[in-house]
């Protein structure tokens, strides 16, 4: 009786007592694995009994049923916060003075837009490792964000000095040069460097085109505007450009 069973892990799980409701909401969905509401509350359990994987596992099913379903986002969001902070929290034990865990904290500061705080971790990671690839990068990344041209752009050329064939950094050379309003020869240089490694980076091509203007290259810039629409056709700026071209 899968829906009995549901009912009494709803309830089991209402009342506070997880690790009973568990298994008989673990036997609801195994009963009826269409129950959507047995499996969120069978994620809701998972949750709180420190079960992570095991959650976002569940609602990435439910994602999949029910893909308009706000709350499942919702909860696999806040799942996958609490597994990254388990993961800092474990690097910070072994080494927290690691470069990986400034990277790592620098990524987090960065996605949430707290810029500053990224570059004080990555320039941690760069002055441990100076020599590891994307390291530099990262540090230019969010100089870049900053709008920081000169910091970002020695950090994305000692990043090609490591890896040349870092098509994101040779691009955003480019861009910071258009930026400053710098040689369109220069900065075709570069987005021409960075296309013919990634020659699917619509960013670059968009700023390719950008270059080709100013250089009165108008039908040269209009092929490359073409093939970005074609690769990301909801840019708003893309079609404005074009149009202006």
Known sequence: MPSAVALLGITLYNVGDYAKARP???AAVHGNPGDRNARLFLAK?????GEFTAAA????????????NQEVWYLLAKVHMQLSERALAKMNAIDPNSVLA?????????????????????????DLAP??????????D????????????????????????????EWKLGNIILQKN?????ALQNLEGALARCPKLSDARVDRARALVKLNRGAEAVGELEQ??????????????LAKV
Not at 182 to 186: E, N, P
């Open 45 to 49: 359990d998972l949750t709180k009994l």
């Open 131 to 140: 020599q590891m690839s994307g390291n530099h990068y990262k540090l230019g």
């Open 182 to 186: 710098g040689s369109a020869d220069d």
């Open 57 to 68: 596992a569940e609602l990435e099913k439910m994602g999949q049923q029910d893909p308009k």
């Open 228 to 241: 970005a629409e074609k690769a990301n056709p909801t840019d708003p700026a893309i079609h404005f450009l």
């Open 24 to 26: 008989r909401l673990e």
């Open 142 to 169: 969010a100089y870049w964000n900053l709008s920081q041209w000169d910091s970002a752009a020695a950090q994305f050329q000692a990043e090609l000095r490591v890896d040349p064939g870092n098509c994101m950094a």
């Open 102 to 126: 400034h990277q790592l904290s620098g990524e987090v500061m960065e996605s949430m837009n707290n810029y500053d705080g990224a570059v004080v971790e990555l320039k941690k990671a760069v």
